[in-house]
């Protein structure tokens, strides 16, 4: 029994924490800069306000993940993010293909307490900064309400991942709310006054069919005049949670101060507009539906941005601008949205997209006074307009993995965030990113210490594409198709394509490269061919005369014909896709982007894939067949296709593809570094979308690794991750490594991205 006599006024517990990196902000940015940083070996404090980790994509808004992928429906081929957060929705896909949430939020919880490094505080909030003169923070206060404890958490380097920026604002860091004018930045997309300055919150709900019928009486306070809403002719019975995206309010409010009355406001309508889907009379099928789930604190987009070193602008994303400081990358459009939300005559959006990728400085990830403070997620030194692109979640956690690398170096040198900036040191951050998977467009890994780059490689066999054999579906050419293809420079090869017609009509094949050859948007016609067709089935050989002058993809494009049905092949390989002129609304694309004034944006058509079990690619044969898939490319110090596969592939008939490193000496090898192909061109939404597969067709899902003496020494199933790591507990003593891949029955062939071996 405890029993306290009167007292004048009591305490609460204080718990001190002293660490390497505070983090402060529990969604996807804060969780992938915490495990990045506590992997490499410091010690990280994760405090997070919410019982769950994952902000936004948490159960508790229910927000797809997304970024450069942009749901399939632009150019950017092969763009999902890398590192911690691509070993997250790969793990999602895995357990949860169905995208139930809840156990997106297991995962995430998962990992961070695996982590050692990791001291995760959960529903604590952070709310006083302690500084050591004007630019640096010594410390912070923070309260967890359900266990009554104050924490003094105390380190010498901050990452501000909290989306508001409460540790920024608090020390005194230089911030922005609201949008740049056009003068600037020089920003041609630059919103006015009357489209407004500042994207709204959004609340989502859930609705479940019971099966019989169910009553709805709406709350008093439910919006009682659907038609207040402009748009409220979209909604229907079918669509529910983030397909919603546009159930958005307080663009025009302060959307730090005045969260709590947006929040209301967005409870008013969610409870109006299911009112109104139940009881108006015009949904008959919502009868037997119920509310299974409505949001109780909304997402939010934008507030304040902090000022680095660099702000990111328009022409950053646009041009594709390059950095000597890139540490990550962004592929979501410009997106901005009318500050009046769910109550504006406008589309709910505004969208426009580049070429490609860009790059993402590490100067936009500090700030510029407070010395030793590092920004993270949608807080990052960004105009408005650009921060309309970089503000997507996979976006915020690829660049937060960044911010976890540099505070690591940080640590080791003791050194403050703008010390990387000196080129050496941002030379080597860089390095350390791609070690872990990281994706820096430009850039490609060069690692001394790595083993296989000494090492005499030789394959069981490796892959020639001399067919995409017609053995799949023949379809109605009721699109414009294009088949992607990796060629070095020279020649094109000779093509033959297989064709039906339903009557004699011509056939209008284009071939096509990028204006950029890292790039995927075929802009750039090099020849054009009419091709006469007779009615019924035949092949049509495809002789170019065109050359390239460096190593790309081409797009043998086959113009939309209603009269013509083109012949598909079951064959997927790593780096070989087929795309489509075809419409996304969900991204604003409408099969080609035609901005009607200059505001700063480049015209140019999207070819995007579609989503398996479709996007099969289009039957060829191809003479001479395509050398780019050689064991070579699994040291080449890129992990995804770019201009080229950048991958070793097996032939399709090897019944035990091997992989072999030799070397003269023998090697102590204490740890080998795998990367397989888990499709980065799949965007991986986490919720909603239903996927039909738990592990990506390209990624082998069983390998084993033997020694000189071809004895087991490593085996691993069920692998559905870009990334495995072996461990030995003692080094391994050994001139050779066998790596023995099997490839999915049914699916592509065999195929590795990466090698590395490292000593002890």
């Not at 459009?333 to 009046?340: G, R």
Request: glycine share 6%.
């Amino acid at each position: 029994m405890i029993r306290e006599q009167a007292a004048d006024k009591r305490t609460l517990k204080t718990i001190r924490h002293d660490a390497d990196l505070i983090v402060v902000g529990g969604g996807l940015s804060g969780v992938c800069c915490a495990i990045t940083a506590a992997r490499a070996g410091i010690r990280v404090i994760l405090v997070q306000d919410r019982p769950v980790l994952g902000g936004n994509s948490s159960s508790e808004v229910r927000l797809w993940v997304l970024g450069a992928t942009s749901h399939m429906g632009n150019n950017n081929r092969w763009a999902r993010e890398g590192g911690v957060i691509d070993e997250l929705l790969l793990e999602n896909l895995y357990r949860n293909p169905e995208g139930n949430p809840l156990i997106l939020d297991t995962i995430l919880l998962e990992k961070v307490v695996l982590e050692s490094n990791i001291t995760l505080l959960l529903n604590t909030a952070v709310y006083e900064v302690e500084k050591l003169g004007s630019d640096t923070i010594s410390g912070l206060k923070a309260f967890c309400s359900q266990n009554s404890t104050v924490y003094d958490l105390v380190a010498p380097l901050f990452c501000d991942a909290s989306g508001d920026g409460i540790v920024g604002f608090q020390s005194g860091a230089a911030f922005r709310m609201g949008a740049e004018s056009q003068e600037e930045f020089s920003e041609k997309f630059a919103p006015t006054a009357e489209y407004g300055e500042l994207l709204g919150h959004s609340l989502y709900f859930y609705t479940k069919d019971t099966g019989r019928p169910v009553r709805f009486v709406p709350p008093a306070y439910a919006l009682d005049d659907i038609t207040k809403i402009p748009r409220y002719r979209r909604f229907n019975a079918q669509e529910y949670g983030c397909q919603l995206w546009w159930i958005e309010y307080g663009g025009r409010l302060d959307t730090v101060h005045d969260t709590e009355a947006i929040k209301w406001e967005l409870w008013k309508v969610v409870y109006g507009v299911w009112n109104y889907i139940k009881n108006s009379g015009q949904f008959p099928e919502a009868e037997t539906m119920t509310l299974e789930w409505v949001g109780q604190i909304p997402g939010k987009r934008e507030s304040r941005r902090f000022e680095g070193d660099y702000m990111l602008r328009q022409q950053d994303i646009v041009e594709q601008r390059t950095h000597p400081d890139a540490v990550a990358f962004g592929g979501w459009s410009i997106d901005l949205h009318p500050a009046d939300g769910i109550f504006s005559e406008k589309p709910g959006c505004n969208q426009w997209h580049s070429k490609g990728i860009y790059q993402i400085p590490y100067r936009c990830l500090y700030s510029h006074n407070i010395s030793n403070l590092f920004l993270a997620g949608r807080i990052i030194s960004a105009s408005h307009v650009a921060f309309g692109s970089s503000r997507v979640m996979a976006t915020g956690a690829h660049v937060a993995q960044a911010v976890g690398m540099a505070a690591t170096l940080c640590t080791q040198e003791n050194l403050l965030p703008r010390d990387l900036t000196e080129p050496e040191r941002i030379q080597r951050l860089q390095q350390e990113l791609l070690k872990t998977g990281q994706h820096i467009p430009g850039l490609h890994l060069a690692d001394n210490q790595d083993l296989v780059q000494k090492a005499q490689l030789t394959a069981s066999s490796e892959f020639i594409l001399t067919e995409l054999p017609p053995d799949g579906p023949l379809l109605k050419l009721s699109q414009s198709a294009a088949q992607m293809l990796p060629l070095s420079t020279g020649s094109i090869p000779q093509l033959t394509a297989f064709v039906m017609a339903d009557r004699d009509t011509t056939l209008t094949v284009e071939l096509r490269r990028s204006s950029k050859p890292f790039n995927h948007t075929p802009d750039v016609t090099l020849e054009t061919k009419e091709i006469l067709l007779k009615k019924g089935k035949q092949e049509v050989t495809l002789a170019f005369e065109s050359s390239l002058e460096e190593p790309q993809y081409v797009f043998v494009t086959f113009l939309k014909n209603e009269h013509i049905q083109l012949q598909y092949s079951q064959l997927r390989v790593t780096g070989v896709l087929s795309v489509f002129n075809k419409i996304n609304p969900a991204v604003s694309n409408y099969g080609k982007q035609e901005p009607t004034e200059d505001i700063g944006v480049d015209t140019f058509e999207f070819w995007c894939p579609e989503r398996r079990p479709a996007g099969q690619n289009i039957a060829l044969r191809i003479a001479p067949g395509i050398q780019l898939f050689q064991a070579e490319n699994i040291r080449n110090g890129i992990q995804r296709p770019m201009y080229q596969p950048n991958a070793w592939v097996a032939e399709r008939n090897d019944s035990n593809p091997t992989l072999t490193l030799t070397w003269p000496d023998k090697q102590r090898i204490s740890q080998v570094i795998l990367s397989f192909d888990t499709d980065f061109d799949h965007p991986l939404e986490s919720v909603i979308m239903i996927h039909p597969e738990t592990v990506s067709p390209f990624c082998a899902y069983e390998f084993i690794l033997c020694n000189d003496q071809q004895e087991r020494i490593a085996h691993q199933t069920d692998n559905h991750q870009t990334r495995s790591t072996i461990r030995f507990p003692e080094p391994i003593e050994t001139n050779s490594l066998t790596i023995h891949v099997k490839p999915q029955p049914g699916q592509a062939p065999a195929a590795l991205m990466e090698v590395r071996c490292y000593g002890e």
